[in-house]
């Protein structure tokens, strides 16, 4: 059922995930001009706003089992990478924007490979292999093990990549 309530909520999430990434990346600047106090500040307002984007998550009972959960983000991920990207390049293309082109093609080539890791970790749940998960700083790209040469999305050196822990 859906509810004003109800509404309220997932906007209240949207804008709360938001404001996480904004305040992250403001706190990544401040970290470059070297105001180490202003960037913990923001990281510390971007933690508090995953608490509450997490709350309202939960409230909207949209957190459920992990293959559940594993299966709503590979239709995401494919939705991203099939449909909602490839009409924003268009658009991007024909605005002659070529930065926004630009980020949403990096994008768009990396929700492909967040959707085979999550298809592949659905496939292997409950097997508990461990293995380790890279992120280019540059295009995002989801590595499994560490990179041993550039990146094939943008070209960025292995050195770009960060263990996720």
Same mark, same amino acid.
């Given at each position: 059922?859906?509810? @004003? =309530?109800?509404? !309220? &909520?997932?906007? /209240?999430?949207? +804008? %709360? ?47 459920? @089992? =992990?293959?559940? !959960? &594993?299966?709503? /983000?590979?239709? +995401? %991920? ?88």
């Amino acid at each position: 059922m859906n509810t @004003s =309530t109800t509404d !309220n &909520l997932e906007e /209240a999430f949207a +804008g %709360e995930s938001m404001a996480n990434r904004k305040y992250l990346a403001f706190a990544k600047k401040a970290d470059e001009e070297g105001l180490k106090q202003v960037a913990k500040l923001f990281r510390a307002a971007a933690a508090a706003e995953t608490v509450h984007a997490h709350n309202h998550l939960e409230v909207l009972e949209e957190i459920k @089992s =992990t293959g559940e !959960n &594993l299966k709503w /983000a590979i239709e +995401g %991920e494919t939705f991203e990478f099939k449909e909602m990207y490839p009409a924003y390049i268009e658009e991007a293309k024909k605005e002659g924007n070529k930065d926004a082109a630009w980020s949403f093609n990096l994008a768009n080539q990396v929700e492909q490979i967040h959707a085979g890791l999550y298809k592949k970790a659905l496939d292997n749940l409950g097997s508990n292999e461990e293995v380790d998960y890279y992120v280019c700083k540059v295009c995002g790209n989801t590595v499994e093990n560490e990179p041993s040469g550039k990146c094939p999305i943008c070209g960025a050196p292995p050195s770009e990549f960060e263990k996720v822990d």
